[in-house]
C-alpha cells in the first residue's frame, strides 16, 4: 500500500546548528503535506505545511522543501535550540469528502546536544 | 480558542470494564478524529467523523465504538478491550474542507488495559 517514511530514525545536532529531517512519500497522487512535532507525554503539534503546487515554504526558523519529482519532503530547522528536541512526523493527506484522511512517517527523533 | 482537550489524562482499565474517552473542540471544526499511538509509533487513524456523521471507519475491531453528540464532541467508548489495546489515544479536529486544513490534536489519553 501507499506508505510515507523517513531516512533517519534519529538525528543529533548541536545547538545553534541547522537541522534537516528528511521524509519520503510514495502516493504520487498527494496534494499536501504537513511536519508535526511531538514532545514527550503530548499530541502532535502543528509546525508547517506545504502543498502540491509549491516547492518551498517558511515558517519562523523553519522550512519545508518538497521536490514531487523524487517524492521528497524534508524539514529545516535554523539555529536549532534545545526545546526543538523532540520526535518529527512528517504526514500526507489524501482527499476523502470533505474530511481529510492523514497517513504519517515513521517519525525522527531530533536530539539537541549543547 | 485552538485548543483541543480530552479526559482522561490516563486510564486505567480491565479486560471486563466499560470506559468512555471524551474529546471537545470549539473552534468551529467540522471534521473530528481519533488516532491510536503505540509507543514509539506514528498515529494510526481510527475513525473520522465529518459533521457528526462517521466518514472514515479504519476496520476498527467493534469494542472501540465512537460516538459524536455534536460538532464540538467526540467519545470514543471502549469495551472488553485487550492488553494490546494499551496505548495514547489521540484526538484531533480539522476544518473538514477540502483544500488542505492542517488537524489539531489533543494532548491524549494514556490507556492501559490489565
Known amino acids: 500500500g501507499e506508505s510515507v517514511g523517513l531516512h533517519l530514525p534519529t538525528l543529533s545536532v548541536q545547538e545553534g546548528d541547522n537541522s534537516i529531517i528528511n521524509c519520503a512519500y510514495s502516493n504520487s497522487a498527494s496534494d499536501y503535506f504537513i511536519w508535526y512535532k511531538q514532545e514527550s507525554g503530548k499530541g502532535p503539534q502543528f509546525i508547517i505545511d506545504i502543498r502540491s503546487n509549491m516547492d518551498k515554504r517558511q515558517g519562523q526558523r523553519v522550512t519545508v522543501l518538497l521536490n514531487k519529482t523524487v517524492k521528497h519532503l524534508s524539514l529545516q530547522i535554523a539555529a536549532t535550540q534545545p526545546g526543538d528536541s523532540a520526535v518529527y512526523f512528517c504526514a500526507e493527506r489524501g482527499n476523502t469528502g470533505t474530511a481529510s484522511k492523514l497517513t504519517f512517517g515513521t517519525g525522527t527523533r531530533l536530539q539537541v546536544t549543547l | 480558542d485552538t485548543e483541543v482537550t480530552q479526559t482522561p489524562k490516563h486510564l486505567v482499565m480491565g479486560m471486563t470494564n466499560k470506559k468512555s474517552l471524551k474529546c471537545e473542540q470549539h473552534m468551529g471544526h467540522r471534521a473530528m478524529y481519533w488516532y491510536k499511538q503505540k509507543a514509539k509509533k506514528p498515529p494510526e487513524l481510527m475513525f473520522v467523523?465529518?459533521?457528526?456523521?462517521?466518514?472514515i471507519n479504519e476496520s476498527v475491531p467493534s469494542r472501540f465504538s465512537p460516538e459524536c453528540p455534536n460538532s464540538s464532541l467526540l467519545n470514543l467508548h471502549l469495551h472488553a478491550l485487550q492488553p494490546e489495546d494499551s496505548a495514547l489515544y489521540l484526538c484531533a479536529s480539522s476544518r473538514g474542507e477540502t483544500g488542505g486544513y492542517e488537524q489539531y490534536f489533543g494532548p491524549g489519553t494514556r490507556l492501559t488495559v490489565t
Open positions: 467523523y465529518s459533521y457528526e456523521k462517521l466518514s
